[in-house]
């Protein structure tokens, strides 16, 4: 069955970087596009970025372009989170997902905090 596990969460100081990480098993990864998703404290799941099964990015959220970057490796079945300067208002459990399956993790916490 799809299985998402994210990882790399944490309690990190504004102004400081993660790296969060996906492994994915169950369908066929290379095909599938990717995307990292967030979701505040009485808020909304937010989509943050996606990732074609080719490499092609697309951050969705202004609020983090320039600072949080995905990317993959096929190889691995992995998609990955770059998240640089951070700010408090980035804090959130953070989600992956392929496109197209209605299949979650169970997130990764990320807390952003001095």
């Known amino acids: 069955q799809v299985q998402l596990v994210e990882s790399g969460g944490g309690l990190v100081q504004p102004g400081g970087s993660l790296r969060l990480s996906c492994a994915a098993s169950?369908?066929?990864?290379?095909?599938?596009?990717m995307s990292w998703h967030r979701q505040a404290p009485g808020k909304e799941r937010e989509l943050v970025a996606t990732?074609?099964?080719?490499?092609?990015?697309?951050n969705s959220l202004d609020a983090v372009k320039g600072r949080f970057t995905i990317s993959r490796n096929n190889a691995e079945n992995t998609v990955y989170l770059q998240m640089n300067s951070l700010k408090p208002e980035d804090t959130a459990v953070y989600y992956c997902?392929?496109?197209?399956?209605?299949?979650w993790g169970q997130g990764t916490q990320v807390t952003v905090s001095s």
């Open positions: 997902k392929a496109i197209g399956i209605s299949v």
């Open positions: 169950g369908f066929s990864f290379k095909y599938a596009s």
């Open positions: 990732i074609t099964g080719t490499g092609n990015t697309l």
